[in-house]
């Protein structure tokens, strides 16, 4: 990673080419970072440069502004508004809306600056954890739109919120959260007062404050069986009407016998009470559970950012007027323009324009695709270069998008739920459990009835599966702590016991084991001339200009003069003295010769070939292709080394797929190109057939691949895939590279681990307490002391586990320069 | 051991004292967000610009 401190960009640091000066001989890469450099200064704010450091991964490189007012203009429609914001008491109004593209403490210093920038925003706070922004401002002075097109400039996408669910669920959380403080406070006040009993104190001693304790204990104690105790005894109704055993059954059980043997004897006055291990115990317990219901909310907050990302406005044309409307709004045969860098916001055919569009939220393909007049663009593709306009073919969910998110919903609501272990064990324990306190209690009762109820209470309380049952939950949400503060989120936490025995490994290649962005790979002909000429693409808007500007970057040479684009076709102009020109190589003729060979040879590799002509006459070729990325080898070969079949499935050209699988060394048979995702299905259904007993984990970032993603045991979608694979996956990982996915199954094994050792100590523990309870060596009193410890036992083996921290580079060490650098554009095409 | 029975009232009306504080923290939000604050301390230019 050791990369040479050049002068870099001003902004984002990358490599600058020689001509690029800004004005007071500051270093820019492009017109973007110049933009938002500039735009910084003149707001006071160069304060972020020093504090982007701070945090997390660097700033990637900002495409330049495009001029999108109408995308802004809906927030600062009334109607929305009406919808999406709301009025405070001191007359201003509040909105919350999704933010995407916060990298860094830089960042979220910007955001929360607005106030000062920008007249008649009065607060702007944002939450790393859910992506949101809620924006405050002053109706009479400002609109939103105002203030999210502010951050737009600095590549800061705002996307509206479109439900309220999240506001449930962060209330469910509160709520809970309030119960888990009460119950913690009661338990640790009942356990002092309870001191005193074990220190001595007895009704013999000092009867009336041995009274009053326990009077005093069991109000306490009742309050919290009313607050927190409640919820297990509503579930273990609920379990019980269907029914079900749930482990929710002896907790409410032991809670229950608990209470009301120790209430008897306070209104007796006679023997012991054990209030403070029962108010423990629901202190425990409903920790455990807040602990899961803020892990599956914050899997659900970010599935739900993910649908926020498809286009929520769009420009209909009525009488050759633009109006921006809210894309639910359009309706079938509505003329829609697309301009440069919108998205699609519904089907439709191309009635005016060409341009290039990007189907990688679609399909996970990042190459640029030309598009003509009388073709078909699906919702969720991305327009590049210059505007269009579509006649609407369907809206909606009608949209390919559209049924795709919803097949992918069903299909998750039908999948069997994956039983928890600990779930089966607890139904085994609670069963075991009723059957030796009805025999301790027979027993008893003939050996000498006035100790049977004694014996019989210490056993419940001992047998408490309160280890037990935080045993599971608790080392899985700390495992998945772990894992999302690396960059893996895992949306559900039973996923974790599956990928833990993970059998067969299938990659998608596009985008997973390859860059998921295009580079020049090879060179035919003269190199020097084709670099020079690499320059000219600095005038260009085409998606490949940017790969060939980054592959000869700083060699441009000369200044460049009568520079013209033709669209379709290339790009042609002076630099310094010479005439060049890139592009298609059909614009330079078809004739014979030598142009014709290299031209052959880079697609033969499966390229799109870019031709490099001076006077006319091609000098060079250069291959375009998505290189394959630095560490999938290695990662491949330690996969192996954990007993994992590693297995290739594309669609991608059968050649191009064989020819990677070579190189990465993946064996012939498990490779297959040109598959249809319905040929993916069949294809997991035979390699469950061919090895008998499969746990596939599928790697795969496309909507091609959504199917198979959720077919599979578990589906992992990877960075910069579509949004519906990340719908449709179980984990998505965020951090860039192939390098967490064996972070990922390591760690999932080493939860798995940990639960076990939790499982196997506390129930051997509980076994131990209820042989000996049973033979009435325990009394309620012992019993009472002895079972926090099991408990804390596995607390301390859950929260110290070190599943997913191996002992590698912090985050963020991977600057964008260094991988650059590091990875030589070599591989085939996807 | 009198004075017991005077303190362990106390005792409760602090223990009362600091659920309602936990309580209203968590009412206003201030436990929903546990990562942005980490970050949100480095501003330490606060109003001197």
Redesign the interface.
């Known amino acids: 990673m050791a990369s040479v401190p050049s002068p870099g960009c001003e902004h984002c640091g990358l490599p600058v080419p020689e001509h690029r000066r800004g004005a007071e001989g500051e270093l820019f890469c492009c017109a973007g970072c110049e933009a938002v450099y500039y735009t910084l200064h003149e707001a006071?704010l160069e304060?972020f440069y020093e504090?982007r450091q701070?945090?997390a991964e660097p700033v990637p490189v900002q495409e330049a502004p495009e001029e999108a007012e109408g995308r802004f203009a809906l927030f600062d429609d009334l109607e929305f508004l009406g919808q999406h914001s709301e009025f405070l008491a001191d007359g201003t109004r509040k909105m919350e809306v999704y933010l995407e593209g916060v990298h860094c403490?830089g960042c979220?210093?910007l955001i929360?600056r607005m106030p000062?920038v920008i007249k008649g925003v009065v607060e702007a706070r944002?939450?790393?954890?859910?992506s949101r922004l809620t924006l405050r401002w002053q109706p009479s002075e400002t609109g939103p739109g105002r203030a999210l097109k502010w951050l737009e400039q600095f590549g800061l996408h705002a996307y509206p919120v479109h439900s309220d669910r999240i506001e449930a669920r962060?209330e469910q959380?509160?709520k809970m959260?309030?119960k888990v403080?009460?119950c913690w406070?009661i338990a640790?006040?009942v356990m002092?007062?309870t001191i005193a009993v074990y220190a001595g104190l007895s009704a013999e001693s000092?009867p009336g404050?041995y009274r009053?304790i326990h009077w005093?204990t069991f109000g306490l104690t009742t309050i919290s069986l009313w607050v927190g105790g409640s919820l297990f005894f509503r579930r273990a109704w609920g379990a019980l009407r269907m029914r079900r055993l749930s482990m929710d059954a002896p907790i409410s059980l032991g809670i229950l016998v608990g209470w009301g043997h120790s209430s008897w004897v306070t209104f007796q006055g006679v023997g012991e009470v054990w209030f403070d291990s029962i108010a423990v115990l629901i202190a425990a317990l409903l920790t455990a559970r807040y602990l899961q219901v803020r892990g599956s909310a914050l899997a659900a907050d970010a599935a739900e950012r993910l649908v926020a990302l498809l286009p929520r406005t769009a420009r209909r044309v009525v009488d050759g007027v633009v109006e921006v409307i809210g894309a639910d709004r359009l309706e079938v045969g509505d003329l829609v323009e697309v301009r440069a860098g919108d998205v699609v916001p519904a089907d439709g055919v191309i009635q005016t324009g060409a341009s290039a569009v990007s189907r990688s939220v679609l399909t996970g393909e990042s190459r640029a695709e030309p598009v003509a007049l009388g073709e078909a663009l699906e919702a969720g593709t991305t327009n590049l270069q210059s505007p269009l306009r579509l006649r609407v073919t369907a809206v909606g969910e009608a949209t390919r998008v559209g049924r795709l998110m919803q097949w992918v919903e069903t299909r998750g609501r039908h999948r069997a739920p994956v039983v928890q272990l600990a779930d089966r064990l607890g139904s085994v324990f609670i069963f075991f459990v009723l059957v030796m306190a009805a025999f301790t209690a027979v027993l008893w009762w003939h050996v000498d009835p006035a100790r049977a109820v004694g014996h019989v209470v210490a056993l419940l309380v001992i047998a408490c599966p309160c280890a037990l049952g935080m045993a599971t939950p608790l080392a899985l949400t700390v495992g998945l702590g772990q894992a999302a503060r690396r960059g893996i989120h895992i949306k559900h936490d039973d996923v974790i016991e599956p990928l833990s025995r993970v059998t067969d490994v299938v990659f998608d290649k596009t985008g997973t084991l390859t860059e998921g962005r295009p580079r020049v790979a090879v060179v035919y002909g003269d190199e020097g001339m084709a670099r020079a000429a690499a320059a000219l693409e600095e005038r260009s808007g085409h998606p490949m200009a940017a790969a060939i500007l980054s592959w000869a970057s700083g060699r441009g040479a000369g200044e460049l003069q009568d520079v013209e684009e033709v669209p379709g076709a290339g790009i042609k102009g002076r630099v310094g003295e010479r005439r060049l020109a890139l592009g298609r190589p059909t614009w330079f003729g078809d004739g014979e010769g030598q142009g014709q060979e290299w031209v052959r040879g880079v697609v033969e590799a499966g390229y799109t070939p870019v031709a490099v002509a001076e006077d006319g006459e091609v000098r060079a070729v250069l291959g375009i292709g998505d290189a394959i990325r630095d560490e999938a080898a290695e990662v491949i070969e330690e996969l192996r080394g954990r007993g994992v079949r590693v297995h290739l499935l594309s669609g991608d050209d059968p050649r191009v797929v064989r020819a990677t699988a070579k190189t990465l060394g993946i064996d012939e048979d498990r490779v297959r190109g040109g598959a249809t995702p319905e040929g993916k299905l069949e294809y997991l259904k035979e390699l469950r057939e061919r090895y008998g007993k499969a746990e596939v984990a599928m790697v795969g970032d496309g909507v091609n691949d959504a199917a198979a993603l959720q077919d599979a045991t578990i589906g992992i979608a990877v960075q910069g895939g579509s949004e519906a694979s990340l719908v449709a996956a179980d984990v998505f990982l965020i951090r860039d590279g192939l390098r967490p996915l064996s972070e990922l199954l390591g760690g999932s094994r080493q939860v798995m681990r940990v639960i076990h050792r939790n499982l196997i100590g506390s129930g051997l523990y509980n076994v131990f307490g209820i042989g000996l309870a049973a033979a009435g060596f325990i009394t309620p009193l012992l019993a009472a002391v002895l079972m926090p410890v099991s408990s804390l036992a596995v607390v301390a083996s859950s929260i110290l586990q070190r599943s997913f921290e191996s002992e590698e580079a912090p985050r963020g060490e991977v600057t964008p320069r260094a991988v650059e650098e590091a990875t030589p554009a070599v591989g085939v095409s996807s | 051991m009198n004075v017991l029975y005077f303190l362990i009232p106390l005792a409760m009306l602090l223990a009362i004292g600091a659920v309602l504080t936990f309580v209203w923290a968590v009412r206003r939000g201030q436990f929903d967000d546990l990562e942005t604050p980490a970050i949100r301390i480095l501003y330490d230019d606060e109003g001197d610009e």
């Open positions: 006071g304060r504090l701070v945090w403490a979220l210093w929360e000062r944002f939450e790393l954890s859910k962060s959380g509160r959260l309030v403080g009460i406070a640790a006040n002092l007062l000092d404050l009053a005093v």
